[in-house]
């Protein structure tokens, strides 16, 4: 039997590191120095010695940073 989604639950694709530091230009060092402050999104474990991201969380970190900028 396949597997049912719910069709209110967002599509969440996986991003790697290189395509996160493509959407924020923050380095490697800095994302995670804001993982630790709580100010970014956290990573999901895949594996033993994988991570990744929810393409849509980081999405919408960067609209927050965009919302949250003042206009002259």
């Not at 996986?14 to 493509?22: G, H, Q, S, T």
């Amino acid at each position: 039997m396949a597997a049912q989604t719910n069709p209110n639950q967002a599509h969440r694709r996986f991003i790697k590191l290189p395509k996160v530091k493509d959407y924020t230009s923050l380095s490697t060092s800095e994302i995670y120095r804001r993982i630790a402050a709580g100010t970014f999104p956290v990573q999901v474990v895949l594996g033993p010695k994988s991570v990744a991201w929810i393409e849509s969380e980081i999405l919408q970190w960067c609209e927050s940073l965009t919302a949250q900028r003042k206009v002259a």
